[in-house]
């Protein structure tokens, strides 16, 4: 594959990325997308209530969506006029970002979920 063509591959997988973990974020957070087995923070403490689910996404919102941008940041990237070697320190560089945002919004929102469901509890 020729330089032009890794520089198209490294925009639309990361731009795709990045568009996807915006809609997920933001649709999980405004309860649009449901609790499911396919999309969103799917563990225990989320998956146990809707109420869970839907306090887990809007507390994990602000950094998946950074992680979002991230990853449109760096595939924007692609195309500035540097070698692919340096490119590649970006496309890692950004990976490490995503990673990051998403591991953080998850321990949040995790967060969120247990104390939503200790509420429940300590209401009944």
């Given at each position: 594959m020729d330089d032009l063509g890794i520089r198209f591959t490294?925009?639309?997988l990361l731009a795709a990325m990045g568009v996807l973990?915006?809609?997920v974020a933001t649709a999980a957070a405004s309860g649009r997308l449901t609790r499911n087995h396919i999309a969103g923070?799917?563990?225990p403490s989320t998956m146990a209530s809707d109420e869970a689910w839907l306090a887990a996404h809007i507390r994990a919102k602000r950094p998946t969506v950074?992680?979002?941008v991230a990853a449109l940041v760096a595939g924007l990237c692609a195309f500035l006029p540097v070698p692919t070697e340096s490119l590649s320190i970006v496309v890692i560089g950004a990976s490490v970002v995503v990673l990051?945002?998403?591991?953080y919004g998850a321990?949040?929102?995790s967060r969120a979920a247990v104390e939503v469901e200790r509420d429940?509890?300590?209401a009944v």
């Open positions: 490294i925009l639309i973990l915006i809609w923070i799917r563990i950074w992680g979002g990051a945002c998403v591991l321990r949040v929102g429940k509890r300590r």
